[in-house]
């Protein structure tokens, strides 16, 4: 045992410097096969506690046999490390979350299926009319809208005889962040939100927040008009400039009676925020 603790003392500075190696090379992206990676993201952590528990035991040893500049050189690897790790760490978060999922490819559009553009609002100012996000700028007098490929159209009218036009979804500042607004009849207060549904698999899309995200309280409705105006909402999965299909409900809560029931369904040709 001493002659253990003594060549952890006098080679405090491997557990440093391997736990540093370990943490770069296992973020320099793929540096490894798939299955590799994946055994390493299961294992990882252990390896990590192992090396810094055996840096813990250096520096313990080095402060008992009164080694107080091994143990101070303990004490400022691991802080390093740490600095180093969470550097290095951050870095790979980022590129893995810049990188595509693929989840359009996988989730393609059902052939001959009819959906709806997501729209975005083209104002006008002093006579000219400008796309704040693009900073595109075209000549017009008039407000006009436009869906993502420059088609152009009329705004939407909303007719409380046909149902397809009381929900609308609008484009925001990036791609897969969207706002919707929602028109409906008389009804009781309560809460309107969305929830959304990838179409050709029916795989709910950002369950954990879209709720809380789309939710609007309104107090009763008496008659036909707007509930919910432009309420912003992100969809997670997928990638920009990547679409697929995606039934949108609109769900209504009663705080009454504590039910819940959907309103209305529409189809939206949509693409996910890309980190």
């Not at 432009?230 to 990547?242: L, N, R």
């Not at 409900?249 to 949509?270: A, T």
Request: proline share 5%; hydrophobic share 40%; charged share 20%.
């Amino acid at each position: 045992m001493k002659k253990f603790s003594e060549w952890l003392v006098r080679y405090w500075w491997i557990w440093p410097v391997a736990c540093t190696a370990y943490t770069i090379v296992v973020c320099i992206p793929g540096l490894f096969p798939p299955k590799i990676d994946a055994i390493i993201n299961k294992i990882g952590i252990f390896i990590e506690l192992f090396l810094l528990f055996m840096q813990l035991l250096s520096f313990i040893y080095a402060l008992k046999m009164k080694k107080n500049g091994k143990a101070l050189g303990c004490l400022a690897a691991g802080f390093g490390w740490l600095i180093i790790t969470t550097m290095f760490s951050g870095f790979y978060l980022l590129w893995e979350q810049s990188q595509p999922t693929g989840y359009a490819a996988s989730h393609p559009i059902p052939e001959g299926l009819e959906y709806n553009i997501p729209l975005q609002e083209i104002r006008v100012v002093d006579g000219d009319t400008v796309v704040p996000v693009l900073g595109i700028e075209l000549r017009g007098t008039d407000t006009m809208y436009y869906r993502k490929g420059w088609q152009k159209h009329t705004p939407p009218t909303i007719d409380k005889e046909n149902e397809q036009t009381w929900l609308q979804i609008w484009n925001s500042f990036q791609g897969g962040i969207y706002k919707y607004s929602f028109y409906y009849p008389e009804l009781l207060s309560g809460t309107i939100y969305l929830r959304c549904f990838e179409v050709s698999k029916n795989e709910e899309l950002s369950a954990r927040r879209l709720k809380e995200a789309t939710s609007v309280d309104f107090h009763r409705h008496f008659k036909f008009g707007k509930i919910v105006d432009m309420q912003q909402f992100t969809i997670y999965e997928g990638d920009w400039g990547e679409y697929y299909a995606v039934r949108v409900e609109v769900w209504y809560h009663d705080p009454v009676k504590k039910e819940e029931r959907m309103l209305m369904s529409k189809i939206y040709r949509m693409e996910g925020w890309m980190r």
